[in-house]
């Protein structure tokens, strides 16, 4: 029978405190006036069951996945930023080294030793263009000297004159070098040894420059 609104389905409950008036005692649950939430802010477990059927640790510490990897844009944009400025710093500091590279220019003359030094057939070791690059002087006859680095081109070991074999050795993993040209005669070195260039000044030997094997 239709009410006095005349609504048939939702009939008056004449009982104030009847479950469909409860807001009208003060008795609403807070949650009442509540907007719904959006359909992505809603918390959906792994299992996709709804929260009541969840175990009771998970309805303890209920985590809001969407929320959790929800990624904001602004979060986004300064992820962008910082990683373009990650790169471009990286890009202005190898500018800069290649800047203070050229700007130290060529290595400047540096005297190695005098020829008497060094009997025919003798080595001696020295440090050229700086401190941190050994080389190697060889007097390999009466009259004429040659001069390498000493760093292995395989992985940096220092090479000997082998007076024996005539040629310059590497004793980590067998590699050999020509002691005339600095190419590689065995092993696993892949190019040869910088050749240090030398000029002969009185008695006094003197290195002017450095020449880089690359030819393999
Ligand atoms: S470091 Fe010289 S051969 Fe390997």
Redesign the pocket.
Known sequence: MPDARGDARHPIDALIDSPGREGLTGTAPASLYTPPAHREQVSVAPDFAPPEAQPAWRQDFPIDWPQDVYVERRDFVKFLVLTSAAFTLGQVWIGVQNWYRKRRGRPGVQRIASQDDLAVGAALSFTYPDAHEPCLLVRVAEREFVAFSQK??????A?YYAAATDRLE??????AFSVETGRVLQ???PRPLPRIKLDQRGDDIYAVGVEQGDEP
């Open positions: 292995c081109t395989h992985l940096s070991c090479v590497c004793p980590c993993h067998n590699g092993g696993p070195p």
